[in-house]
């Protein structure tokens, strides 16, 4: 969110007797392991990209291309 010159900087509303490390089984990155197997991040040449307006019409291109592959290999197993 941008702030205007005018508005004042925005407060810190975290009270002090917040203490999150007294907290039992807080940990930081505890799920990050788990979150980093499930995530693919493919980068794209700029020719190929240009070609789909977002990152839905990618996955819809790609599950398209998936089904025919599949489809053909069910026909002409090699």
Do not use: C, H, I
């Amino acid at each position: 969110m941008a702030t205007s010159p005018e508005d004042p900087e925005p407060t810190d509303d975290l009270q002090p007797e917040y203490d999150f490390r007294s907290l039992r089984g807080v940990v930081r990155g505890k799920y990050a392991a788990r979150y980093q197997e499930r995530l693919r991040v493919v980068r794209l040449a700029a020719d190929v990209s240009g070609a789909f307006a977002d990152e839905a019409a990618v996955n819809d291109a790609l599950r398209e291309y998936l089904s025919w592959r599949q489809e053909r290999q069910a026909v002409n197993p090699a």
